[in-house]
């Protein structure tokens, strides 16, 4: 039952960076993150009114706060890098931020396995070789955005697993309350509009909420079973978004692109195999 929620927690963040990266290239990236958090923020809400979502004076108040944190900006640098980048690149970049989760896992007492060192070793292999030909097509700010996304979703990862033991709804609306009151500062501090046309919102609407969605899975299975092992389960959302993205796009990718690719997809298997 865990590995299946963390399987489906993956492949709702699939879908949802996909729709979020294709928008992102019709606008501006912060605009999606902002309405998209925004709507779920409001949800959460009516959530929490309802007395569904109970947020209570307790210490994990500052693991869900500090997932929104890291998370507001993983977010913004991952949509930029998919606005401006190939998906089937970024996407397994960004998902190599397993390797943060799996390492405090270890660290924290769960038994090391060869395979999973391998694994890590596999995907930082393929963030190399899938992020070596853009170099030749000014393609480093896209992969620089990918590794900061990378770092930033693994932390949050490790974060939202403190949280597992709480109320899932009390803790997203924490998380994405904080997300979106910072995007909202950053708004302010650039000064620009931040709009969306109309016909848009109901996608980017289902952007925010697909991940709201995914987060409360992956919640929901750290709470019986190992950090390293759930979190890479999670982890695996760039299979979707490549197969949607050859699908819908056509993208192409170059052969050691490829080969990078099914690296650091490989990698993130071999971890969950160990």
Known sequence: MTALLALCASAVWGASDFLGGILAKRMPALAVVFVSQGATVAVLVVLALAGVARVDPQAWWGWAASAGAV??????????ALASGVMGVVAPI?????????????ASGEQPRIAQLVGIALGVLGVVLAAGPEQGDGGQVPV????????????????????SDQQVAGTLLVQKGTQFAIMGLVVLALRKPVSAPLRAVPAIVLVGWGDASANGLYVVATRSGYLSVVAVFASLYPVATVLIARRVLHERLRRVQVFGVSAAIAGVVLMAAG
Not at 71 to 80: I, K, S, T, V
Not at 94 to 104: I, N, Q, Y
């Open 71 to 80: 998370g507001a900006f993983a977010l913004a640098a991952f949509y930029r």
């Open 94 to 106: 960004a998902s190599t931020g397993v390797c943060v989760p799996v390492l405090v896992g270890l």
């Open 144 to 163: 620089a955005l990918a590794l900061v996304a990378a770092a930033g979703f693994g932390v949050v990862l490790v974060l939202l697993a403190r949280c």
